[in-house]
């Protein structure tokens, strides 16, 4: 300490260590010892700056709603319907009116389930018929041949609980497009002309190929000559599990000429069409959309996450992808799920400039490949992943993953080391490097108590939703959401700040105290997003992009900030709007990403709700990723809460808006799920399979025989919701664990192989289905080649579609048979252990039978007289005449308007062997 100037007017100055300036009491003894008087504001080092008012609360929720309004606006953009007037001035352009015509008419045929007439003979002649008509009408330079396919094969398909699929004269119709030129290398562009049952199928897929008939013909009448060839597949049984592209890439005499293919689905009706799926490998594909394609959206995100399984879906990606080893790129429509394999997927609901927007991108990024150099050598260009997303629709970012990976970690290294240099200088917030780094450990463990306790509130509040019978209750409004499960997350993670923020502020006495603890929640926030995209990285996933742009831009704000108000400690500035507006803007960027994350998820997950089971509260699915969303987008916004004068205000209005929204949806009708109005469909879904049903013993002897409705739970309000509706359901009864164990797949005729996935179904006794194709399963031929070793030759009978169902008894192994080159593939487990096998058979003729053999490996001690199997065969009837019958008519007549029931009739039959 050191004394200048006279007894009267002494300057005193100081020598504060960062040990010393932390400590209050010296500070305090020091200016007692001078003699000098505290400021007239209160000690200078004690002092609070001026916080926040609450309205800027205010200020952030509107900042908020204007990017997610933002965000909508973007994703409803579509470009104007050309018509037949334009063509004269865009001569090379998609058309959408001529596409749309082809659209009604493929529709106007009604439903077309593979092996129906309506898709064997009415939609293959009229494909056939354009193809025609586009041949004659094209450029001579260019060649266009046609081909009818009718294949044949067995395949392994990992889907769910996985199955193995034997099919057999189902129908490819494939057009070539070819320049003449000798070229032997070609694009493959699919879709699938067939449908569910009862759906008129227009978004899926019918849509897809009336925009490549369209693609077709603007191609042909190019003056243009092609480098490579063009090779355009309508398959006729994608929708019951795979075959016709199967069929097409292992057996067809073009399928070898092809280097590349664009698969086109849907999973929703309308609106934009999404990229979700490329390569794999092969990032040229991803460059050739990015630069040629007008209307740009894609995610890697959206591949990372379909590929993980989350989704229950697949398509004909998967096949050209594992069995023709070729790259590629799956594009599908995914807007309105609602309307998904529902009678009401029809033309009318794709909006003008939805086929306009996907013929546009179709026919640049067709074009650009077709002339493109690397498709005669895409094994040069095999290697290498990449980072793609679109931003807002208006330009695609794409880079190499190596690219992606070097930008995460010099993001993450720029980050941690602006957080090490903070601790080094922390006497510039009057504490010591000690006290600094305690309290961000603190602070984490803050941020980590507030998210657990978010998950908590969410968790709670979708117990209680489905404890008073009102799950989904989001269903058809989604806006719900908001106020049920995110504002609750935020008021969560704010009361957490609250609540300890006393305790904080006695270590920061200093300065600028609130701001100070407001800087240390910023980079806690920003290390656990540095951590996020470390991690990712490390597993290589390319979706870390989106943890490192809430890294990037948030630092860079700070560190404007930071100079603009911090400099240094003696010319700090008061925060004003001027610092929350500059705040917010740096935030812009991954806020947008976010949102557009947010509104692409729900916009899809919300409707796979209506079709994911009973037994999962969609309550807690969707409240967490509400929760997990919400905490993403508040990571540098709730720290607010804290510099502003009266966070009480904001908690005490979340929970308000909380509360009166779960009193509101449980106690009046506007919970209620389900809606059929025309402009916001909803519906809720069921599946009814009128069965009947025979078990034999293994002396071939009938032992029981009964009938029924098998009414399979899509949702968690069936069938409850029905039962006002429903006299029959009073005497439904739930599938027990007994009832599965005593029998294969809990001897239903289930047809998907997602029995894991839908567990909880009912049984209503009803009279029995008339049939005239009856179904059988028999032992035509039996033999020992060793004496471990039994082969059993079997024929089975029935509709075009039919399930068999294996379980090999204790001790008996299935080694080997006559589908899937021999590849044996098990399906879940059944009692003690047992594997099961699901063989699913499809045929484009209506009645039909077919022969399989079984290779099984027993121990040395079995003899003749031994059980071998439990098996069943299933008999599936989705069109004609024996798809229902009156009385089934009749009971799937009485389900009301807001739900959407499908229906057929089919057969089970359980055997010992």
């Known amino acids: 300490m050191s004394w200048f100037g006279t007894k009267r007017n002494r300057i005193v100055g100081f020598r504060l260590n960062e040990d010393t300036l932390s400590n209050p009491e010296i500070v305090d003894k020091c200016t007692a010892e001078s003699g000098t008087k505290k400021d007239p504001d209160e000690n200078k080092y004690t002092k609070e700056t001026k916080k926040l008012t609450t309205w800027m609360a205010l200020v952030v929720l509107l900042w908020l709603i204007a990017v997610f309004l933002l965000v909508i606006v973007m994703d409803r953009r579509l470009p104007s319907a050309l018509t037949m007037a334009d063509h004269p001035d865009n001569p090379n352009s998609f058309i959408e009116e001529r596409a749309r015509r082809t659209l009604q008419a493929l529709t106007s045929i009604g439903a077309r389930p593979a092996g129906s007439y309506e898709n064997e003979v009415l939609a293959v002649a009229l494909i056939k018929r354009e193809l025609t008509s586009i041949k004659e009408r094209a450029n001579p330079i260019h060649k266009v041949s046609i081909d009818i396919q009718k294949p044949r094969g067995s395949f392994n398909l990992q889907f769910v609980d996985g199955l193995t699929h034997s099919y057999r004269n189902i129908q490819n119709v494939v057009a070539k497009l070819e320049s003449g030129n000798g070229a032997k290398h070609a694009l493959l562009v699919n879709c699938h002309f067939d449908s569910v049952p009862q759906s008129p199928g227009a978004s899926d897929d019918a849509v897809s190929c009336a925009i490549m008939l369209e693609v077709l013909e603007v191609l042909t009448q190019s003056p243009e000559p092609l480098r490579h060839n063009i090779i355009f597949l309508f398959n006729g049984a994608e929708e019951n599990m795979l075959p016709a592209s199967h069929g097409f890439i292992t057996q067809h005499m073009w399928a070898e000429e092809i280097r590349a293919f664009i698969n086109l689905e849907a999973c929703g009706s309308g609106g934009r069409e999404l990229v979700f799926q490329t390569g794999p490998g092969h990032p040229w594909l991803v460059t050739a959309y990015a630069n040629v394609a007008p209307h740009p959206f894609a995610s890697v995100i959206g591949q990372e996450l379909f590929q993980s399984g989350v989704i229950p879906a697949d398509t004909d990606f998967r096949i050209f992808r594992d069995y023709g080893k070729i790259p590629g790129l799956d594009i599908a429509y995914m807007k309105n799920g609602y309307v998904y394999h529902t009678k009401y997927d029809t033309e009318e609901r794709i909006p003008p400039g ?34 793609f997303f679109d931003f807002l629709g208006l330009f695609l970012i794409h880079y190499s993953e190596w690219m992606g990976i070097l930008l995460n970690l010099v993001i993450v290294g720029i980050s941690v080391s602006i957080t090490v240099t903070k601790i080094r200088h922390s006497y510039n917030y009057g504490v010591s490097k000690e006290v600094y780094l305690r309290q961000l450990g603190y602070t984490f463990m803050i941020q980590l108590c507030g998210c657990v306790a978010s998950f908590m509130a969410v968790t709670l509040i979708s117990v209680l939703m489905d404890a008073f019978g009102r799950p989904m209750s989001w269903y058809s409004q989604p806006w719900l959401i908001c106020p049920l499960y995110m504002a609750p997350t935020v008021m969560s993670v704010i009361a957490i700040f609250y609540f300890v923020l006393p305790r904080q502020k006695k270590y920061f006495q200093f300065v600028d105290g609130v701001w100070i603890i407001e800087s240390l929640y910023f980079e806690v926030s920003k290390l656990i997003w540095a951590l996020f995209t470390l991690v990712m990285t490390i597993l290589r996933l390319k979706s870390s992009f989106f943890c490192m742009s809430w890294v990037l831009f948030p630092m860079a704000g700070r560190l404007i900030l930071d100079r603009m108000y911090d400099s240094t400690p003696t010319k700090r500035k008061q925060k004003d709007i001027k610092w929350l507006l500059i705040h917010l803007i740096s935030l812009l960027v991954p806020l947008i990403l976010n949102m557009y994350l947010i509104f692409t998820t729900f916009s899809m997950f919300i409707p796979i709700m209506s079709r994911a089971g009973y037994a999962l509260n969609p309550d807690l699915i969707i409240g ?3 929760a997990s969303m919400t905490l993403a987008t508040i990571s540098f916004l709730c720290p607010l809460a804290m510099v502003m004068n009266k966070p009480m205000n904001v908690i005490t209005t979340l929970y308000v808006t909380t509360f009166v929204t779960m009193g509101v949806c449980l106690f009046t009708n506007f919970g209620f799920p389900y809606s059929n109005t025309p402009n916001n469909l909803s519906p809720h879904r069921g599946l009814v399979i009128h069965t009947d049903r025979a078990f034999y013993n293994k002396d071939g002897a009938l032992e029981k025989e009964d009938s029924g409705y098998f009414m399979v739970n899509l949702d968690r309000n069936s069938p409850k919701i029905l039962n006002d509706w429903i006299p029959e359901l ?47 399963l028999n032992i035509t031929h039996m033999e020992a080649p060793t004496i471990n070793t039994r082969k059993l030759l079997f024929k089975a009978v029935g509709p075009d579609h039919m399930g068999v169902f294996i379980s090999p008894a204790i ?3 299935l080694k080997s048979w006559s589908l899937a080159d021999g590849k044996v593939l098990e399906g879940p487990e059944w009692k003690m252990g047992r594997p099961t096998h699901y063989i699913f058979h499809s045929s484009g003729k209506e009645n039909d039978s077919w022969e399989f053999w079984l290779e099984l490996e027993v121990p040395r001690s079995h003899y003749d007289g031994n059980e071998l199997l439990d098996m069943a065969i299933t008999g599936h009837y ?11 008519t009749q009971f799937l007549s009485q389900y009301p308007g807001w739900s959407y029931p499908v229906g057929w009739t089919a057969s089970y039959k359980g055997y010992k062997f």
């Open 624 to 626: 967490y990723k509400a």
């Open 811 to 813: 001790g008996i192994t």
């Open 354 to 387: 939805s086929i306009q927007r996907a013929g546009d991108n179709l026919l640049a990024v067709v074009k650009h490949i077709a002339q493109s150099e690397i498709l005669a050598d895409t094994l040069a260009h095999a290697q290498g992943g990449v980072v």
């Open 730 to 776: 009073k005497d439904a009864k739930e599938i027990k664990t007994k009832d599965c164990e005593e029998h294969l797949y809990c001897g239903m005729p289930v047809y998907y192989p997602a029995a894991s996935l839908l567990r909880v179904n009912h049984w209503i006794p009803a009279p029995k289905p008339k049939l005239w194709t009856p179904i059988s």
């Open 878 to 888: 989705l069109h004609g005449s024996q798809m229902k019958s009156a009385q089934f």
